[in-house]
């Protein structure tokens, strides 16, 4: 039996869905817009 697809790192979590990486591009920027938009909790999962 292989092991689960999803093993857990925070740093690797961060660098690809964090606040930073989203503000650094146009399309991430428009995925924090859409969520300030919907009045989401949390933008992303580091802020």
């Known amino acids: 039996m292989p092991k ?3 093993q857990p790192k925070k740093r690797k ?3 690809t869905h964090g ?3 989203r503000s650094a ?3 991430g920027k428009n995925i924090l ?3 300030r938009r ?3 909790a949390s ?5």
């Open 13 to 15: 979590r961060a660098t």
């Open 38 to 40: 919907k009045g989401r």
């Open 4 to 6: 689960r697809t999803y």
């Open 25 to 27: 591009s146009s399309n």
């Open 43 to 47: 933008l992303s999962v580091s802020k």
């Open 33 to 35: 817009k859409a969520r």
């Open 19 to 21: 606040f930073l990486a």
